[in-house]
């Protein structure tokens, strides 16, 4: 779990520059919307934030349903006990347990180290925020 | 001692310990009601929030009393199985957590309204919204109220219909005022501090239990299966759902709906609405996610103890059945004051419960129909809140008038369809909305209505409402949809109208509105 979700390595992830707005996009009454999305950072943001969330979420459903479908299809396998009366059932119930933490977790932190600051360049950028 | 505790506990306390918790909710919402004017104050709480507020609340929100009493009750009586509802109520907060909460959040003002009629034809989106907000927001609602009834009957030894009505008017009335005064705001404090009270109490349960059995799960386990009927088999999936084709599937489809009805349920997405900013609304998840995972882990513990220290057979065949099984442990463990805790925490559940539901239902009514259709946008924000309220006043006294009706049935499938239709009609939108491009008006109604019309149908043709001795019409039978939840069904039904819906229609969509929205429900730009 934590392999997936480790995070892309600081240096990695240098905030990429708003290209391909003009000044009048910061000073405007609303924000260039066309301009920003076209740009180079909002792509890599949208990039990033997909490249991380879209196979997570296909896993942890995967791992869900596996986890239904043996319930209610192998139940004999379900009761094996393991230790004691501890049935392997259980223990892949308290995994699904560990399983939601640990990708919250993981999310969090990639979210700080690549998602954030980005955010908060093109929304520089984009005047919204001051410097 | 059991007799007693079956009967009522000690009703006196049991009040006193409730009536100690409405007092110290009064006064936080008469505290905290000074500024309800703008519809901010009284839809979002001016945003003021912080997430660790909010994802206490969010829990105390999605915490019904059918989770602390029923999963409780449910792993108490048929082992394993009541674990599977758990399972599926926690996992399903990582959709909340990487799909829907920040972007809504971004995206959105006060209702799920705002996020998907963003870039669509604003009256019929909005219209829809609405239906399917107030739909789930009364179904879910009257699950809570007509579980009133039985535990009045069980807590405060009122076992007359008339009685327990009353008695029901009052958590009504009770409720209806936290949500007038005290708006988004005071209705959130409410759902803190029964949320804290909630997880306080099972935790010292819980650690009281395994101190009893010596931290020892196994001896836990051993003491549960001794003790009940069934025996071993509570330790392995199957005694509820393990019958044969058609209740396993049923189980997997009651599994989908779970998992993919949290993100979609609206009372759940305003709270997002609640704090200042995505990272807020993230932080809230995160704290949501981690009272949720110490409390469902605790009614493991608790379920398997009541069926130990209580047993199986006392439980099920006491006034509450399963509901009661909460209830006499802590009778058992720690006598008449503990039960009075549990019983005003369970009481102060299904309050806020559905406070949060009415404000919900309200704010939709309000700002969806009433501002947004009605008054084409044009509403200013004092008439807009007296619509809120007014609104307010009429779902509480429908749901009083639906909970005194509905006492003693079985209703208990209200809340799995609540999440069925969350999951049908909300979350495909959502997420095409928020996703997909090309989505547009026709996708969005298709896909909507779709969901909605599925699930109901199915429902009424299952054998939820004819054809067994459980159904609400026993002695008709017209179920011809052998599953219970429509889930499996429905929700692929609805994503697949909202993806057609899309394609065959010429509608392109508003381009601009569109990029405004990427940008805005990434960045928060705009919001």
Redesign the interface.
Known sequence: MTEVARPLPRASVPPVPLTGMGADARHAA??D??A??DSEA?TA??KR?RR??FP??AL??AW??T???L???A??F??VRL?????I??VL??L??VS??A??WG??RY?RRAI?PQ?AQ??QE?G?DRP | MIEAAQSTGNPVLNTAVFGLFVALTLFLVFKVSTRNSSTSDYYAAGGRFTGAQNGIALSGDFLSAASFLGIAGAIAVNGYDGFLYSIGFLVAWLVNLLLIAELVRNTGRFTMGDVISFRMRQRPVRAAAATSTLVISFFYMLAQMAGAGGLVALLLGVHGKGGQAIVIMIVGLVMIFYVLVGGMQGTTWVQIVKASMLIVCVVLMTVFLLGKFGFSISALLDGAAEHNPKGDKVLTPGALYGKNGISKLDFVSLSLALILGAAGLPHVLMRFYTVPNAGQARRSVVWAVGSMSVFYLATLVIGYGASALVGADVIANSTGKENSAAPLLAFEIGGPLLLGVVAAVAFATILAVVAGLTITASASFAHDVYANIIKKGNADAPSEVRVARLTAVVVGALSIIGGIMANGQNVAFLVALAFAFAASANLSTLLYSLFWKRFNTTGTLWAMYTGLGSCLLLVIFSPVVSGKSTSIFPAASFDIFPLSNPGIVSIPVSFIAGFLGTLLSKDQGDQARQKEMEVRSLTGIGA
């Open positions: 609303g924000p919307y066309s920003i999305v909002f943001l949208r934030f991380y969330v997570m979420t942890f459903l869900y349903l986890y239904v479908l319930a209610a299809y139940p004999g379900m009761g230790t004691g009366s501890v049935t059932g259980l119930g308290v699904q347990f939601t933490i990708i919250t999310y969090v979210a954030d955010v093109i929304r984009a919204v």
